[in-house]
């Protein structure tokens, strides 16, 4: 990033400071939390990514991958450390943003006799890091309302409000560039989510890769044995055959990994995301895998790379030479779910693999959401078929038309939706995927 693109998002951020502004006037309404419960509950649960998004544009928010969590995968992510929370462990959050992660942990951690011992026991236990001194001070500021609303009949001291006394260990700055280790017993985070050029001792990855691979790697191995690492990470990580090296990366990095799937990241954002936490213990190389989480498949032994042979189909359309022999051609808008396909009309030139029918195809693009993630029909041509690469071909090995009405019927059981939502949530169904489904007859 340029130094002129630098001084945009800085500036655009620094819009940020006008919901600080707004919890400090709350406070010179009224000394008393007990008096404004309502607001303190807003501003501890919402009330900052409501501002986010009011102050800071999308295209801001995006570029610099700014997303603060949601107080729900919050108290998810707290609620899996809380047995070590209360017996008063160390906490650090290295993104911290306004502090999402930090208050719902603050739940489970102990707390004094009054305000002020409270705020001094948490500040010793919580420690921080974000880019933008605008997310440092509402997270300050979101703390002291913590620890205040749990000493709601207390009358505060305005002075014992004013943010450069308040939780002095969270720092603005880059937690890699800082100079410091990463000594804390439990590790919460949400890392920025988009992508970066995939830096050269990468071992996982080339081109671009997930900046939150990269920052939870890093954070693995500036680790002590026995941290506790909870992360929310997009899952991409958890099921993209992209990141199996990533995967395995993680693994020999940690004595144990637990992987929760928490569903889309909010309403507003289209990313589906999983709870990773994993505990550092190096040395143990080839010990943990990767948990699948996958439901169980009632006895069946059967899958769907048994009885097919999977492929991407060829054809890229906008950018292959319409040249060479020419085939009846089927693309995502003609390859109409459930049905079979003959005397296909559209066809195409092309010097890409053509494939003999009867098989099956599946449309790559795929959602939770959708009521079928595995959308298929089958093509029963009299000659040889090009096909668009938005589309898997599954070639029955017995060559028969029956089997590719048994694996149409399969596609469309509701183990196959549930079995698919656990092993792949991004956007787009893979080779490794449904080579693995279970074959439902």
Known sequence: MGNTQNLDLVQAVAKFSKYCDEIESLYEKSPLFIEKKGSSTCILNGGATSALQRLISVEVRKQAGIFFTSTDLADRVAKQLSPLLRMGVDLFDPACGAGNLLI???????????????????SELIRGYDLFPEFIRAARLRLAIAAANRHPKEQINLENMKTERLFEKLKTGDVFHAGETNPSTCVVVNPPFGYMPAPKDCSWGNGRIQIAGWFVERLLRMANEGQHLVAI?????????????????????????????????????????????????????????????????????????????????????????????????????????????????????????????????????????????????????????????????????????????????????????????????????????????????
């Open 233 to 441: 990470l997009p899952d991409v990580l958890n099921s993209g055959t992209r990141y199996k090296l990533w995967r395995d990366t993680v693994c020999s990095l940690v004595s144990d990994i637990a992987v929760e799937q928490a569903g889309r990241f909010d309403p507003d954002t289209d990313v589906d995301v999983v709870i990773v936490h994993l505990i550092v213990g190096r040395g143990k190389d080839g010990s943990v895998e990767w948990p699948d989480n996958l439901p169980q498949t009632k006895g069946l032994t059967r899958k769907v790379s048994d009885c097919f042979e999977s492929h991407v189909g060829a054809v890229v359309p906008h950018r292959d030479p319409n040249e060479g022999e020419s085939y009846p051609y089927i693309h995502a808008r003609t390859a109409l779910a459930w049905q079979i396909l003959e005397n296909i009309s559209e066809r195409r030139r092309s010097i890409r693999r053509v494939f003999k029918p009867p098989f099956v195809v599946v449309h790559r693009t795929s959602s939770p959401s959708d009521k079928y993630r595995c959308v298929g029909s089958i093509v029963n041509e009299s000659e040889e078929v090009a096909v668009e690469n938005h589309l898997i071909v599954l070639l029955p090995k017995d060559g028969s038309l029956e089997s590719c009405k048994q694996l149409l019927e399969s596609l469309k059981h509701t183990e196959t939706n549930d079995w698919l939502n656990h092993r792949i949530r991004c956007r787009h169904l893979t080779i490794p995927a449904l080579c693995d489904l279970p074959y439902y007859e």
């Open 104 to 122: 719902a942990c603050t739940r489970y951690l102990p707390s004094g006799e009054s305000f002020d011992d409270t705020v001094r026991i948490w």
